[in-house]
């Protein structure tokens, strides 16, 4: 069975401009959560959709904004991107709306520049 | 708010020298902690949950133990495969849809 898989796998932007993370689900599971990983530091919670409804948000400004499509994937977006939002960006899929036990994709590098 | 610490923050250790890593939590109510390990470049992979004081996992030369205030991931004769960052995080029972993560502990081991 096919992991948890992510697109693009790196990705260079500039200052002000906007991305688009896209992210696909292990086959059956309905729940998706984005974090973000800032080099040499643990992953910080972004989101979690379930069943293609927000259940949480972190501490996070409105630039980031994702949503859940009827197949259970996921985008995340981010506007007016700042140096600061250089990370690697990763996306975890579970089986229920808690993340029991989540597994997480290879993630997104996002640089800005 | 609730807080994890993770100490060393780096390790380095000679094949077959055991030792421990420390979790160190803060949490309004735990519903669990987990173990992950992590490769250079990659997602981190699912280790452990642990859901309550006294609970013990094992899975080839780890062992996760947790009490009301720490978790330990012991680490015995380990190999030079071994060697990645590992993270540890909690879920809360207000807020249970997220993981909130401490730092990692980068673990080396030289052959």
């Known amino acids: 069975d096919a992991g948890v898989t992510q697109s693009p796998t790196h990705l260079i932007k500039t200052r002000g401009q906007h991305v688009t993370l896209r992210c696909s689900p292990i086959?059956?599971?309905?729940?998706v959560s984005w974090y973000q990983q800032v080099l040499g530091q643990g992953p910080q919670f972004i989101f979690q959709?379930?069943?293609?409804?927000?259940?949480g948000r972190g501490n996070f400004p409105d630039r980031f904004s994702a949503r859940q499509f009827p197949n259970y994937s996921s985008e995340l977006n981010v506007n007016a991107l700042l140096l600061g939002d250089s990370a690697l960006y990763l996306c975890?899929?579970?089986?229920?709306?808690?993340?029991?036990?989540?597994?997480f994709g290879p993630g997104t590098r996002l640089t800005v520049t | 708010e609730d807080q994890v610490t993770q100490s060393p923050e780096a390790l380095r250790l000679q094949e077959g020298e055991s030792s421990s890593l420390n979790c160190s939590y803060t949490?309004?109510?735990?519903?669990?902690l987990f173990w992950y390990r992590q490769d250079p470049g990659k997602g981190p992979e699912f280790l452990f949950t642990?859901?309550?004081a006294g609970e013990e996992k094992e899975k080839e030369r780890l062992k996760a133990t947790l009490t009301k205030k720490e978790s330990f991931l012991h680490i015995t004769a380990p190999k030079p495969e071994d060697s990645a960052t590992y993270l540890c995080?909690?879920?809360?029972?207000?807020?249970?849809?997220?993981?909130?993560f401490g730092q990692g502990t980068r673990l080396t081991i030289n052959p």
């Open positions: 086959s059956g599971h309905k729940s």
């Open positions: 959709y379930y069943e293609k409804e927000e259940r």
């Open positions: 949490v309004s109510g735990l519903r669990g």
């Open positions: 975890a899929s579970s089986l229920g709306g808690e993340p029991t036990r989540q597994y």
């Open positions: 995080a909690v879920q809360a029972v207000q807020g249970a849809q997220k993981l909130v």
């Open positions: 642990l859901y309550s």
